[in-house]
């Protein structure tokens, strides 16, 4: 890996910030093939990666360790296939505007798409999504994984991660002492495979791996810690983690008690229509007798003066007893309520949303389906957790005489844990899209 640096500036044309640069050398000089990075958010780990990915991809002679004809692989997982994709576009604007012309020479246009960059030497970079299925028998010289702490899937969980990098390591085994590994994330649970080779790491039980750990502003020198001062207050535990690249164990309580109850509005069950506000409207639906409520929320971003205020104006609950509920009856209720609030669109996740999304058609609302990622929940529960410590949302006060009676529906439901339920979820995923929609 030397001359890493050099490439980059001088044949790439990056200008990497010092702190980049120290990372870059520390992980050269360590001598070790596995560098584990655990950098805070905004450190430009996929600017890195890119270099590396390219310098393997065109310094090293690996022509002993492969047949006559075999094509070099430089694997880049991640944990979504657009996160994958975008590492590839970035490896191909790096390459594609570079001033050293020979080196973009190298790259065979017509031959690469948009999962891979293919290079008239036989090397080929290639970004996928987090599988083991698709890694096998390729002969990889260089494993990047992307953003690893939050390597899961809705199938597998945290398992995803550790069966991926069980599946890559063979493959890095063709080259010996020249088969390197490149693992890069902001921390998230103490749990999956970068937790797991960060504890390898940083314990010295494994020797081969290297661990670098800084916050955001010792990396990426356009931000300082003062200028985070607003993060910090608004939410210290994220903030630690995804700026100052701590673990966190996250034992404690998501919100604050103290912190909710002042952002509730005392008395207030609901709020009218208001003509002028732009409502939008959120559901968690869940249909099982005895099981999680069925839960509907209305909201809108209210402005006065430089003060921004993320207002709850309508929260709906349903929730069978014994027997499933009747959706037909939930539809029309939420229908209603969309009529009432002059709303066209209701977002939800992905539970349903064939049926739900039929249902509601029929009643004049789109359906407008946003599957919980673990990029999608962060951002839903860290927009709420902001906005709960920063007292910029307007909570309804909990009340049973809210919640709707329905034909086999518990009329008398635990007040406290449906309002929590509805409020976290369906008042973060508007305080969300409040946000997004801002002008």
Not at 93 to 107: G, I, M, Q, S, Y
Not at 321 to 340: H, Y
Request: glycine share 8%; net charge neutral.
């Amino acid at each position: 890996m030397k001359g890493l640096v050099t490439l980059a500036r001088k044949r790439l044309g990056v200008q990497l910030w010092p702190g980049q640069v120290e990372v870059l050398e520390a992980s050269i000089s360590s001598g070790r093939r596995k560098w584990l990075w655990c950098l805070g958010r905004r450190s430009g780990k996929g600017i890195m990666a890119a270099v590396v990915a390219v310098h393997n991809a065109v310094v090293p002679d690996y022509s002993m360790y492969l047949r006559p004809g075999e094509r070099r692989y430089i694997v880049a997982v991640a944990t979504r296939l657009e996160q994958a994709r975008e590492f590839i576009r970035t490896v191909r604007e790096l390459l594609a505007a570079a001033p050293d012309a020979d080196l973009r020479n190298l790259v065979d246009t017509d031959a690469s798409t948009a999962d891979e960059v293919v290079f008239r030497t036989g090397v080929v970079i290639r970004s996928m999504p987090c599988t083991s299925r698709s890694t096998r028998g390729l002969a990889i010289s260089l494993v990047i994984l992307d953003e690893a702490a939050w390597m899961q899937t809705s199938d597998e969980g945290f398992a995803a991660g550790r069966q991926v990098w069980r599946a890559l390591l063979p493959s890095l085994a063709q080259f010996g002492e020249q088969g390197y590994a490149v693992v890069t994330s902001t921390p998230y649970w103490q749990m999956g495979i970068f937790w797991d080779l960060y504890q390898q790491g940083a314990s010295g039980a494994a020797s081969d791996i290297f661990v670098i750990q800084r916050p955001t502003w010792q990396v990426n020198r356009t931000i300082t810690r003062e200028s985070l001062e607003s993060e910090f207050l608004a939410d210290p535990e994220y903030a630690r983690r995804e700026y100052g690249a701590e673990w966190i164990e996250g034992a404690g309580a998501f919100l604050d008690s103290v912190a909710v109850n002042d952002c509730v509005v005392k008395s207030r069950k609901a709020l009218p229509f208001v003509l002028g506000n732009r409502y939008l409207a959120a559901a968690d639906p869940a249909f099982a007798g005895g099981g999680d409520a069925f839960t509907f929320a209305v909201g809108h971003r209210a402005k006065s003066g430089e003060e921004t205020r993320f207002v709850i104006d309508r929260v709906e609950a349903w929730r069978g007893r014994k027997s499933p509920l009747n959706s037909d009856t939930v539809l029309d209720d939420i229908a209603a309520l969309a009529k009432e609030y002059r709303i066209t669109s209701v977002v939800s996740d992905q539970y349903a949303v064939v049926p739900l999304s039929d249902g509601l058609r029929r009643r004049g609302v789109v359906l407008t389906s946003q599957p919980l990622t673990n990029e999608l929940k962060a951002d839903i529960y860290g927009s709420l957790k902001r906005a709960v410590n920063l007292h910029e949302v307007e909570l309804l006060a909990a009340d049973s005489r809210t919640w709707p009676t329905l034909p086999g529906a518990d009329a008398r439901a635990p007040v406290w844990s449906v309002w929590m339920e509805s409020t976290t979820t369906a008042a973060g995923r508007i305080r969300s899209s409040c946000s997004m929609t801002a002008s």
